[in-house]
């Protein structure tokens, strides 16, 4: 598969637009770029500047990075409680990388 580098808004609209270009990928990388530019904007504000790369071959590994201006704390995976409607996110997509 091509190699993919998109740099767009973090903003709800944009969620859609990545999965387009994300079409020959699979279910899990589209899902892990959309959980990560969700991330973004829940984090750092709508409207963040973000580059999404994704890398690798259709039947091998694939790289998804999605990198953003807010480099003052790392993102962590956080224990959401059964009723909590946010907090998931980062462990769907630890979940979906280690397949």
Known sequence: MTP???RLLATPKAAPELR???REHGF???LCATELLTNVIDHLGE???V???VTGAAHSHTRVEVT???AHAMPAILSATGMAESGRGLALVAQLATR
């Open 4 to 6: 993919l580098e998109l």
């Open 20 to 22: 387009r270009h994300l």
């Open 28 to 30: 899990g990388v589209r």
């Open 47 to 49: 409207g963040t500047p």
């Open 51 to 53: 580059t999404v790369r």
């Open 68 to 70: 953003d201006p807010g």
